[in-house]
């Protein structure tokens, strides 16, 4: 019977492998910055990880993974966290970890503080909480520290203490050889030393059934009641013969979670059945599990020998992991006669529904498979190299018509189906209850991967690159009469699908429903939510015939669209999983109803099932986690998280660090920032959890930042608020000073212009007054010139008169000489004298002289006077000659107006030189005249 069981239960589990598994997250020692083995793990209440490793404690926030090393350089074996403190052992050494206000943990050592005399050798492989009591187990001793008063018992062992357990508020622990023993009120007593389980090595205890459960390293489980030990489960516990367990825990659901040494993990129900199994072949790091852990959210963490994992054990998401490459990608799944078949790049593959079954290739089959189309209750296989129809686990093939993309009925003629094609539409006929090729529909060649009809004699094509066709086929399906092309609906990944009764196409822009009265497509506001350009990724949409549901693809969820059950409008629930996660194909998803709420989706590598009645919306919170600062020196300082910090001017280079503890596979978190006082504006979304400012401007700021995973935004969002001092000859002392300064410089400045243009204006003003003086100058001159232009006329005036007297006097003196000449030729008598005696009296008639000196002055005013003033001693005669001289006559004209002749006044001419002293060189005419 054993034999049996061992045969049964090494079958079971060599079908394990490429089964359904939940989502397991797996981190590397490369990832995580420290060694691979890893001994024990625990949980804040902000739901940070916390992992005992070789090098010291590592911390993980769901985005970084900090090491803190050992405080002693040793091994750290356990870890607990209480609070706000976290609780770690290793080598000689315990203690707490506790984090400051920078956000960075600084540890504490009980074991010095206290003072505490360690065995030698000594290592803290356990740490429990109960109540204030922490208690610290090694293999020679448990420490029970009161944290409350600071004060520390301690319980020896004669034997090696190999596990300290915790059920409700009482501790238990196992001296190998000795028993198992429980504390009360801080004393050993021994609980049981059954010979079964003196000497077994127990790894856990648990309640269970009113009484306790014990699993043991190497022979299973066993109940312990009223002092009875006995096995628990027979099955199980021969199973577990074949395995050294190490680890376990009791899960949240009642199921148990046993970590083995090279064998993965284990998962059995309250009942000990068997629920699953993971291991390194399906997805673990290793197969060694030192510890087992669940978290706040029911994750299973893992601490291995080589990495850490985590188990979402509770998804809603199951994934069948394609790791040797069999299956390749699902293209095409359906069920059909209890039969699970997934079409794959690789051929048509087949097992039983719900069977814990490898998947077999139908042979014929093996190449690209296109679509699976269930039609009258026959299965249709679309081919790289044909049409197959699917009977159970062969196949038969009935067109030769390579790549058929996808199969239709042709109306309701049970007996004609429609198929796309790479060479465009063909007919294939049922007769006598066999499917052959009928015909090509002629004039249309282009590959038909989406079609649909309008009417019978109607039918859309779309073409990814070249847009919509509109075919008119004859009622012979066998020729399209007419052609119309849109060319404005195209995109990669396009589709074209039937959604109640209505076309509908859908690429990045969105998703366009068919107007049959217009022959136009108009864009669906409501369809077109499910996703935008940026989250597009695919426009296929599938259409669940049997449900309703309409299911779409975008960045980071897929999404089913349901009919309104109060009303007649759609709603939309988002399902949070990335394309990137959920490694779809764009364009090429498949989807398969399973049963009434779970759901097979076709990856690139094996499928995942999703189970709609477990997805849950989920609420998480951020936080920041770090900041620091660096100055211009690059000295890099933290920051007080909890605290507002004023900066100096120079330290203006800040970073920030933030997460969200989220430990989902399937869910990318994605953060947003900003930071009030310079960047207003929310940043893009980013992957990132870190973030930088350079040369930040004295001010006062708030950086925000908050996440979202799917399209959830983060229940908070997270704050830190500082102020960045402005350098000290901008502070408000100095800025004081300016103003001083300023206006000292204003009022200097103000006298400056005041005396600047005073000057300015005395300046303008001298220049003004000359300019008028100038004017008046001018102005004097001119009319001086007018004047003396008036006096030159006046003087020519006389000038001329002058002339014209002295010519008129010259001329009747010369007529009177003349007329006493002629008379005295003439014999004199009596009566002549007194004729000559007038001419004579006319000839030196002072009147005529007067009048000539009166006109001479007018003309030459105080020449006259310059003459008698430079020649005292001429006489009147003498001045009537320089008169005369002046105006330049001759002898000749002269001798008549003075009455005598020529001779006579040269003679006159040589006195009036002696009397002036003259020169014989000097001209007297030219002397008088410049006189």
Known sequence: MK??????????????????????????????????QNWDISQSDNKYIYIANNLGLLEFNGAKWQLYNSPNETIMRSVEVVGNKIYTGCYMEFGFWEKNSFGKLEYTSLSKTLKIPLVEDEQIWQILNINNWILFRSLNRIYLYDSLNKTLKIINSKTRITGMFQIDDTIYYQ?????????????????????????????????????????????????????????????????????????????????????????????????GNFIEKVAQENGLTNNTVLSLFEDIDSNIWLALDNGICNIDIDSP??????????????YASSIFNNKLYLGTNQGLFYKPLNANESFKLISGTKGQVWCLNLINNELFCGHNLGTFIVKENTVEKISNVQGTWSIKPLGNNQNKIIQGNYNGLNILEKINNKWSFKNKIEGFDISSRFFEFINPNQILVSHEYKGIFNLTINNNYNKVSQITKDTTLKGIHSSLFKYNKKIYYAYNNGVFKYNSASKNFEKDSLLSKTYNSKSYVSGKLIVDDSTGKLWSFSKNNINVITSGTLSSTPSIKKIQISNSLRKGVPSYENVLKLNDSKYLFGSSSGYLTIDLTNVKKETYNISINSIEVNTLENKISKLKIEEKEILKNFENNLSFEYSVPKFNKFQNVEYQYQLVGLYNMWSDWSLNSKTQYKNLPPGEYIFNVRAKIGENLTKNISSYTFEIEKPWYLSSVFIAIYIIIGLLLILLTHKLYNRYYKRERERLLKKTTRELERKELENAQQIMQFQNEKLQKDIETKN?????????????????????KELNAVALGDNIAPVIKIIDKNINNTDDWKLFQEAFNNADKGFMKKVKSKHPNLTPNDLKLCAYLRLNLSSKEIAPLLNISPRSVEVKRYRLRKKMELPRETSLTNYIIEL
């Not at 109940?223 to 013969?241: A, D, V």
């Not at 994934?319 to 699902?330: A, E, M, S």
């Open 175 to 271: 001296a190998i050889n000795s028993g198992i023993y429980k504390l009360i009120n801080g004393q050993s007593v021994l609980l049981t030393n059954h010979i079964d389980i003196v000497n077994k090595n127990v790894v856990k205890i648990f309640k269970a059934q009113g009484g306790l459960l014990f699993l043991t390293q190497e022979n299973g489980f066993f109940t312990y009641n009223n002092s009875l030990l006995k096995p628990w489960n027979n099955k199980i516990n021969l199973n577990l013969e074949n395995y050294s367990v190490y680890s376990s825990i009791k899960l949240k659901n009642g199921n148990y979670a046993i970590g083995t040494i090279s064998n993965g993990v284990i998962f059995i129900d309250e009942n």
């Open 317 to 330: 998401i199951r994934i069948f992991n394609d790791v040797k490459g069999k299956l390749g990608t699902v």
């Open 800 to 820: 001329k008169e002058l002339a014209s007297s002295t010519m008129s006097l010259i001329k009747k003196n010369e007529f009177l000489n003349n007329l006493k």
């Open 3 to 36: 034999t049996l069981l061992l045969l049964v239960f090494f079958h079971f589990f060599s079908f394990l492998f490429g089964q359904e598994q939940p989502p397991i997250s797996t981190y590397t020692p490369q990832q995580y910055h420290a060694e691979n």
